[in-house]
């Protein structure tokens, strides 16, 4: 055992979703809002997957963290306040999907202060915790971010748990919590003909098998399980299915925690060290 987590804990398992909806087809081509199809199938997320998702999470009481781009949220106000009230974090994910790598630093800060308004306003209160749509931040994101108070950072795979990204001139800490493109759906699951996306389309089975290794292999090390999933692709039921499969198979460990990467993350800040030990 590293010794990382607090405790007892061998291992963090974050469960992690990236509520996209249309937004991420939209920014690619705005042409892409004409298609019904594509359209449909991304909206089966937010309407149709999250809210089967919430009920999975509830079953085995996990709590976990939503990154929801403001358009997204302004389209389905309700489903945002849902996800809040079970008590799972709402996280910042752009408006309409934008990388930041392709913005300019102002209109970069405008999406990060628009999201924030937009999920403030349903939530009440504004989000500490965000991720790059994308997973590609720009040369200045990270000074974006600690300008307006963000915690935590989770868009790079410098790790394999969390770390404290250096402090800023002023003195304000930022904590990064990676990620892996190994551990997101989307690299097996996404098929479009119409947007010219023709990924591999993998079976549960065989996903299940690479997500359930990588566990074993980050339990082994002690460190930290995080799960980056996209409602309109994992939603699918035998997916979801395969999801629940894996929820078990991480309980059947001892001395695991599942935790929302915002909690993970404080755990990280200089004030909160000594309660790691």
Known sequence: MSGIWPGGVQCAAMLSFDVDGVSSWIRRDPEFSRLPSLMSMAEYGPSVATPRILDLLDKYSIPASFYIPGYVAETHPRLVEDIAARGHEVAHHGYMHEA???LSPREE??????????????????????RSPGWELSEVSLDLLRERGFLYDSSLMGDDAPYLLETDPAGRPMVEVPIHW????????????????????????????NWAAEFEGLYHYGRAFTLTMHPQY????????????LINHIQS?????????????????????????
């Open 100 to 102: 930041p790598a392709s």
């Open 109 to 130: 800060a405008e999406v990060l202060d628009k999201g924030t308004e937009i999920l403030a306003g349903i939530t009440g209160t504004a989000p500490t915790g965000y």
């Open 182 to 209: 190994l551990l997101d759906d989307a690299p097996n699951f996404v098929y479009a003909p119409s947007a010219n996306r023709l990924g591999p389309m993998r079976g549960p089975d065989e996903v299940f098998s």
């Open 234 to 245: 994992i939603g699918r039921p035998g997916r979801l299915r395969m999801l629940e499969r």
């Open 253 to 277: 460990f001892p001395n695991v925690e599942f935790m929302r990467i915002i909690d993970a993350a404080r755990l990280w800040l200089p004030d909160e060290g000594e309660k790691r030990a």
